[in-house]
């Protein structure tokens, strides 16, 4: 398993901007495949965004066009650029790994059960 451990979290006005980060502990960063999940109060987590080496990424519908999933393996960390943010973007954000070889992103990769890693939580308030 990967330790992750997130940041970036806060409060915001609607139509704000966050950058979340995920700094992973094992060199193995690079061959996994890393989301960002999010979890409102009395609602399930949910997927947001994955990415996989090459770069080749995956997004739920609701945050198409205002959130970038990317990755930097020199430095373990994964981010999440969240733009135009509203207050149903408002939750609990969590990075999760699971190891893979592959190149192109899976589709069960905005999946809770497909990941065997995940962080903490970073907490993400959006007000109107």
């Known amino acids: 398993q990967v330790d992750l451990v997130e940041s970036g979290g806060g409060s915001v006005q609607s139509g704000g901007s966050l950058r979340l980060s995920c700094a992973a502990s094992t060199y193995g960063f690079s061959t996994s495949c890393m989301g960002w999940f999010r979890q409102a109060p009395g609602k399930e987590r949910e997927g947001v965004a994955a990415i996989v080496r090459y770069g080749s990424t995956r997004y739920a519908d609701s945050v198409k066009g205002r959130f970038t999933i990317s990755q930097d393996n020199a430095k373990n960390t994964l981010y999440l650029q969240m733009n135009s943010l509203k207050p149903e973007d408002t939750a609990m954000y969590y990075c999760?790994?699971?190891?893979?070889?592959?190149?192109?992103?899976?589709?069960?990769?905005?999946?809770?059960?497909?990941?065997?890693?995940w962080g903490q939580g970073t907490q993400v308030t959006v007000s109107s």
């Open positions: 999760a790994a699971h190891p893979t070889s592959a190149s192109m992103i899976p589709t069960s990769a905005l999946q809770v059960w497909w990941y065997n890693s």
